[in-house]
């Protein structure tokens, strides 16, 4: 089993930033892909990030690309969103992921429980 916490949203406003941090413990943080995931109210759950096992390779989705950076820290067993530039439509509950495998093959095993990021205009 994996436990996933997530940690770092907040109220924020227009063209501000906040990272988010999402704890691991369980099973081998260092050989799984992770990722990031968000749901706005009343809208389904979309992609947002995912990284490899060693942080070597990241995807974004469009809607993100240049303005969050997802990093990990195998030595904390520590996964990290940077968002910048933020809009408010990013506003939503951010949810922290992991695989099974060490690179993203579609999708994910392991969910925390969410942190809300709210940013206003």
């Known amino acids: 089993q994996v436990q996933l916490v997530e940690s770092g949203g907040g109220a924020v406003q227009a063209g501000g930033s906040l990272r988010l941090s999402c704890a691991a413990s369980?099973?081998?943080?260092?050989?799984?892909?992770m990722g990031w995931f968000r749901q706005a109210p009343g809208k389904e759950r979309e992609f947002v990030a995912h990284?490899?096992?060693?942080?070597?390779?990241?995807i974004y989705a469009e809607s993100v690309k240049g303005r969050f950076t997802i990093s990990r820290d195998n030595t904390k067993n520590t996964l990290y969103l940077q968002m910048n530039s933020l809009k408010p439509e990013d506003t939503a509950v951010y949810y922290c992921?992991?695989?099974?495998?060490?690179?993203?093959?579609?999708?994910?095993?392991?969910w925390g429980k969410g942190t809300l990021v709210t940013v206003s205009s």
């Open positions: 992921a992991a695989g099974s495998t060490r690179y993203y093959i579609g999708g994910m095993d392991y």
């Open positions: 369980g099973r081998t943080f260092s050989s799984s892909v």
């Open positions: 990284i490899n096992w060693s942080g070597s390779s990241s």
